[in-house]
């Protein structure tokens, strides 16, 4: 499913236009960029958790070359699915 295909299943779940379904998911991605980026946590309960982990500094190679290269550390944001989200996959 992409971003317009969702738009439209909003838009028809939640009987609203297509337009108002657009503004709020950007609304929703929006919030949950911003949080994040201030290295907070988003809990949507039944769905699952939004965060900010720490990867470390790091050794890679080049596939082309084989050549060592070195990986700086970054912030990488990580999803963690709810009980109920498991559930309903499984």
Known sequence: ???TEL???I???ADISKAAAGRSLDAL???VKSTLK???TVTLVG???F???ARAARTGRNPRTGEAIKIKKAKVPKFRPGKALKDAVN
């Open 51 to 53: 965060a900010v982990t």
């Open 7 to 9: 738009i439209d299943h």
């Open 11 to 13: 838009a028809k779940h």
């Open 47 to 49: 769905f699952g958790t």
């Open 29 to 31: 991605v929006g919030a």
């Open 38 to 40: 201030k290295n907070g």
């Open 1 to 3: 499913m992409n971003k």
